[in-house]
């Protein structure tokens, strides 16, 4: 069986990306009337210029893909900063090693301490994240936080540097459901100019991640590209590709699929090309239209108004009231969900930044239930 | 409604007037699915163990079983979620330690995407639940040989699937039910697929002894008007079983023959 990675050295794109310069009304419309898209192909003609003017019905046939796999209910997360030491240089990313900012490593008890405000607001299902730097996991630190809140969070997922299937067993049976990885770019050449030191620099190491994961017993996998660092027509198609890939062969994987555009972040980088918002909601449609299994990610990094605009067209994963810096929870007032002080160690600034109860308020409205506990930790543990 | 005229359903020590069941995933909300429960008529309703809190604490955040009368309801524990035999047992055992009937929709689906159950996992928990006294209700594929196997060791009911879960395609496996029905010694339940009420009627038509229905109901843009809509559906496909169709035929028969006075 050949790895994503090996599989994407024999990649062609050209095809596709020439449909998804110059598709056709006609291929569009024969699409819609089909209900789904069969074939990377006809992925490839849903991003494309024509499409664009079929926004409307796309987003109707991608409600309805949605709703008869999903419901109408919205899954919901928080991010849980453990972490901001990192020993990569990502010219885009906060974290990088490189970045004038105050880093810190949680303690325990600060990592419970945050948790337990996350459980409170209502969150069952968390995200840990760290940057990557060898000692986390080498020490046991992730596994001992994992074992700590699996006690109170029924679902666990992890975004780390990409590790071993051997040094991920640990932490699958401490407790952890899924894991993350996002390829940030598919182009291995962008890729090699934005990741220039650290351990990030493996592209294909990274590529094979989820792989990885599944082999050591992860049963949701999360897979992303970071619009903005490349052309959005070929991420777009790489990510509809490696997420083909992984449903042929992690079969028993929920597989869920992310697609954060940049944000303000410290560091060197400007971003090349913005995905406008209506082409962002062209990608999503076309996700589902091609993949309408597929879980699909939306965090607090989009603002509120696309955020309530995008959630009945196809997203059935949520964040909401996030920080990115390690400890950054306890800065919220309880109250009025007001940071209390400036977020200098935050990987990135959000754009939605209504509480978490507000948000699952929102979806109600549009006809949606926030499901706070989706997974029981006695599926996993005995 | 109307009066109930067809026979009652018994399953294990219950009786059940109704003979549609409903599932509570997929809806807008918690009152959504309450009210469309009740306007089903249902006496039987499947809740996923993973939405639900097992512990004995109340949690705001994960309160579904808060909106189902248990009075009204039989709660049918469902072990969605579970990929193999060892996780469904696991959160069967600990519905019933938390005081959940001990009764279980067994579902064990590895894949994901398709949620097509796992018949060998399927038979292994079904084996142990029942010996440690659960009336186990097994959602199965078509196959009329692994229903045999799951009454054999003591299964309350067959639950094959009429097409995918969520696919609303109606009864696609029909042939297979049909045998499934001919050779069954429990009540067998169609489930998955039913997307409109013509399909529960046409599966109760079949003579299957009742129907569960979700997604239909719960993506509905009126859940509550649409359950009854099943319910209808479910009680007219039943009595019409009951009283008996008539034969398919290609040719053209007339309904008043007028021949009869030559037998006189």
Redesign the interface.
């Known amino acids: 069986m050949s790895t994503f990675s090996e599989k994407f050295k024999t990649l062609n794109f050209d095809r596709p990306l020439d449909i998804a310069a110059t598709a056709s009304s006609a291929t569009v419309e024969r699409i819609i009337s089909q209900g789904r898209a069969r074939t990377l192909n006809d992925f490839a003609a849903l991003l494309s210029p024509a499409a664009e003017a079929y926004l409307e019905p796309l987003c109707h046939l991608s409600q309805k893909l949605t ?7 919205i899954r919901m997360f928080a991010p849980l900063y453990l972490s901001n030491e990192c020993v990569n240089v990502c010219k885009y990313c906060g974290f990088s090693r490189h970045n004038d900012i105050p880093r810190i490593t949680l303690d325990l008890e600060t990592v419970e301490k945050e948790a337990r405000i996350l459980h409170n607001q ?3 299902s968390i995200l840990l994240v760290a940057g990557e730097h060898p000692k986390y996991v080498s020490n046991g630190y992730v596994e001992e936080c994992v074992k700590r809140l699996s006690k109170f969070f ?1 679902s666990i997922a992890l975004e780390l540097g990409p590790l071993e299937s051997e040094r991920y067993e640990p932490l699958v049976n401490a407790g952890c459901e899924a894991l993350l990885v996002y390829q940030e770019t598919y182009d291995e050449e962008t890729y090699r100019a934005l990741h220039t030191a650290g351990p990030k620099k493996h592209f294909h190491w990274r590529m094979d991640t989820p792989e990885r994961a599944y082999a050591a017993g992860f ?1 949701r996998l999360g897979i992303g590209a970071l619009f903005g660092l490349h052309d959005w027509h070929k991420e777009a198609l790489a990510l509809a590709s490696h997420a083909e890939h992984i ?1 042929q062969h992690c ?4 597989l869920n699929v992310s697609m954060p555009r940049m944000r303000p972040a410290k560091g060197e980088w400007e971003q090349v090309e913005f995905l406008k918002d209506h082409n962002f909601v062209q990608v999503i449609t076309a996700l589902r239209i091609f993949l309408p ?1 597929v879980g699909i990610t939306l965090s607090t990094r989009e603002p509120a108004s696309l955020r309530d605009g995008l959630a009945p067209i196809g997203i059935t994963t949520m964040s909401a009231g996030s920080s990115t810096e390690p400890g950054g929870y306890s800065s919220f007032d309880e109250t009025t969900f007001q940071q209390t002080r400036e977020q200098e160690g935050e990987q990135f600034h959000i754009a939605d930044e209504r509480s978490p109860a507000e948000v699952a308020a929102v979806l ?1 409205k549009l ?3 926030a ?6 930790q ?3 543990q ?1 | 409604m109307t009066q109930q005229t067809t026979q009652p359903l018994k399953i294990g020590d219950r009786e059940f007037t109704s003979r549609l069941f409903v599932g509570t ?6 009152e959504a699915m309450r009210d469309a429960a009740d306007a089903s008529g249902s006496e039987l309703v499947t809740v996923a ?6 512990t004995c604490d109340s ?4 309160n579904i079983l808060d909106f189902l009368k248990s009075d009204r309801y039989l709660i049918l524990p469902n072990t969605s ?3 193999n035999a060892e ?1 469904a047992i ?2 069967a055992r ?1 519905a019933a330690a938390a005081g959940l009937p001990k009764w279980v929709k067994l579902e064990i689906h ?5 949620l097509l159950p796992d018949p060998i996992e399927t038979l292994a928990a079904a084996e142990v639940l029942v010996k440690e006294g659960f009336t186990v209700m097994p959602y199965i594929n078509a196959d009329p040989v692994l229903a045999l196997r799951l009454q054999d060791v003591g299964c309350a009911t067959v639950m094959p699937l009429g097409a995918p879960i ?3 395609r109606g009864i696609e496996t029909r042939a297979q039910i049909e045998i499934i029905i001919e050779q069954a010694r429990v009540p067998v339940v169609v489930d998955a697929g039913i997307g409109a009420p013509s399909h529960a009627a046409a599966a109760m038509e079949m003579g299957a002894d009742a129907v569960l229905v979700n ?1 239909a109901i ?2 509905a843009p009126d859940p509550a008007a649409m359950a009854r809509a099943f319910a209808k559906a479910t009680e007219a496909g039943r009595e019409a079983y009951e009283i008996g169709l008539g034969a398919t035929s290609t040719k053209a028969e007339a309904s008043s023959p007028l021949t009869t006075f030559l037998n006189a």
């Open positions: 709703q008869k796999h999903f419901g109408k209910t209502g969150f069952r029924p049963r449903l079969w028993k994987a929920q299994h109600n006809g949606y239930e499901v706070w506990k989706d997974f029981d006695s599926l996993i005995a | 995933g997929k809806f807008s909300s918690n163990l993973k939405r639900a809190n097992l949690d705001p955040f994960a979620g579970a990929m996780e696991r959160i600990l590895p894949d994901p995407n398709y969520g696919s609303n997604t719960a993506i």
